[in-house]
């Protein structure tokens, strides 16, 4: 059972423009999310993280939405530049979790292009 | 530079061996855990220990152990090697359970 699902696997822009990447759950247990950045042959790479008491969060060009409703959230990265070409990967962590372990979706590739 | 350091970095190795991944956790984290990623797959939790301890158990397979020693770094043991248990294995570490993990750059193992 997939409890967190990235449904793009692909996501392409143009540079200077909005990329929007989505992720949606299922457990409504899960009380924090983080989104991971990684490049090939490299390991994930911490980008931004949200708790569940809040809607938004900002860091510079990124910014994460939940919508707890609706079980979802999504990553703005504004505005693209090439070197955010990357593998975007949305992680969970369960409420009563005292492990901190962390689970992730399928992932989604985005280019920007030039 | 995530501060996490696994090796080795490449890995083949033919049906039914054993081979040993080693993970050194970043300075003061005492948290490990063990991440498989296969081809065009997400990330797979294994395994996690938390300052010696096994804390948490996903979706390890039974040919497949860990541990962590008192020095916190820790090793991931897979033995009876299968051409299916090719793939990226990464370590992350974090200070305690509820951080915000960190993760090295993993261990390709190919299995021939």
């Known amino acids: 059972d997939q409890q967190v699902k990235q449904n793009s696997p692909s996501l392409s822009v143009q540079e200077g423009r909005i990329s929007i990447l989505n992720c949606d759950y299922t457990?409504?247990?899960?009380?924090?999310f983080l989104w991971y950045k990684k490049y090939p042959a490299e390991g994930p790479t911490f980008l931004i993280s949200?708790?569940?008491?809040?809607d938004k969060n900002e860091d510079g060009r990124f910014t994460v939405f939940l919508n707890k409703s609706a079980k979802h959230l999504s990553l703005h990265i504004v505005p693209s530049q090439p070197g955010d070409s990357a593998v975007y990967f949305c992680?969970?962590?369960?409420?009563?979790?005292?492990?901190?372990?962390?689970?992730f979706g399928q992932g989604t590739t985005l280019q920007v292009k030039p | 530079d995530s501060g996490v350091t696994q090796t080795p970095k490449h890995l083949i190795t033919a049906t039914g061996q054993r081979v040993t991944l080693r993970c050194s956790p970043r300075?003061?984290?005492?948290?490990v855990y063990w991440y498989q990623q296969s081809l065009d797959q997400g990330l797979q939790f294994l395994i996690q220990?938390?300052?010696?301890?096994?804390?948490a158990k996903g979706n390890i397979l039974e040919r497949f152990s860990a541990q962590q020693f008192p020095d916190l770094h820790s090793e991931l043991n897979l033995s009876s090697l299968e051409l299916g248990d090719s793939a990226l294995y990464f370590c992350?570490?974090?200070?305690?359970?509820?951080?915000?993990?960190?993760f090295g750059e993993g261990s390709w193992l190919t299995v021939v």
């Open positions: 992350a570490s974090s200070v305690a359970a509820g951080n915000t993990i960190y």
């Open positions: 457990n409504s247990m899960f009380d924090y």
């Open positions: 949200i708790s569940s008491i809040k």
């Open positions: 992680a969970a962590r369960g409420q009563t979790s005292n492990t901190g372990k962390l689970i």
């Open positions: 300075s003061g984290d005492l948290s």
């Open positions: 220990y938390y300052n010696g301890e096994e804390r």
